[in-house]
């Protein structure tokens, strides 16, 4: 799924050449650099080392939420990848409303639904479900059965000017390659 997973990142991403990106709640980032971007931000919580270690010298331990509302810079693209879960639902749309005010187009990947949701402080616990509903104005991409291991699906959303274009271009380019 890992590979799939790059495929439609690389998708949606478009051109990145030149571009600069945010991963935010990006835990170990296994495969945000492998989408050309010239210009990387991690974003994490907790201190981690990047599963690329050239990229560690682009990682911020911080809270995203914090980091976004103090960032002064934008971003071409900011991604929120497995990470918009580990927030409470206010929290997890406030993230969104940050990601459209500092960036021209917003990714996020996570679990379809209410996957493995607990009530402790862990920060690598799910503290939310999330649906394609929930984005109004957002394309998606939902694949039902994306971790069959895990019996649960998961879906990509993003979000950019002219998202209906954007959404045909997407569509067309992984009808070419998947």
């Given at each position: 799924?890992?590979?799939?997973?790059?495929?439609?990142?690389?998708?949606?991403?478009?051109?990145?050449?030149?571009?600069?990106?945010?991963?935010?709640?990006?835990?170990?980032?296994?495969?945000?650099?492998?989408?050309?971007?010239?210009?990387?931000?991690?974003?994490?919580?907790?201190?981690?080392?990047?599963?690329?270690?050239?990229?560690?010298?682009?990682?911020?331990?911080?809270?995203?939420?914090?980091?976004?509302?103090?960032?002064?810079?934008?971003?071409?693209?900011t991604i929120c990848?497995?990470?918009?879960?580990?927030?409470?639902?206010?929290?997890?749309?406030?993230?969104?409303?940050?990601?459209?005010l500092k960036s021209?187009?917003?990714?996020?990947?996570?679990?379809?639904?209410?996957?493995?949701?607990?009530?402790?402080?862990?920060?690598?616990?799910?503290?939310?479900?999330?649906?394609?509903?929930?984005?109004?104005?957002?394309?998606?991409?939902?694949?039902?059965?994306?971790?069959?291991?895990?019996?649960?699906?998961?879906?990509?959303?993003?979000?950019?000017?002219?998202?209906?274009?954007?959404?045909?271009?997407?569509?067309?380019?992984?009808?070419?390659?998947?």
């Open positions: 799924s890992g590979e799939l997973y790059l495929q439609i990142m690389k998708a949606i991403c478009g051109e990145t050449k030149g571009k600069r990106m945010a991963d935010l709640m990006c835990h170990k980032a296994p495969y945000t650099s492998q989408l050309g971007f010239e210009r990387r931000t991690y974003v994490d919580i907790q201190d981690r080392l990047l599963d690329s270690e050239e990229e560690n010298e682009n990682f911020i331990c911080a809270d995203a939420i914090i980091f976004l509302s103090a960032e002064e810079a934008w971003f071409d693209v990848s497995d990470g918009i879960e580990h927030l409470s639902n206010p929290d997890g749309d406030k993230l969104k409303s940050l990601m459209l021209n187009k917003q990714i996020i990947f996570t679990p379809l639904g209410e996957y493995m949701i607990t009530n402790d402080n862990n920060p690598d616990s799910h503290r939310s479900g999330w649906y394609p509903k929930y984005f109004e104005g957002w394309a998606s991409i939902v694949l039902p059965n994306f971790h069959p291991s895990l019996n649960t699906g998961a879906f990509f959303v993003w979000h950019c000017d002219d998202i209906q274009k954007d959404f045909e271009r997407v569509k067309n380019e992984l009808n070419s390659i998947i």
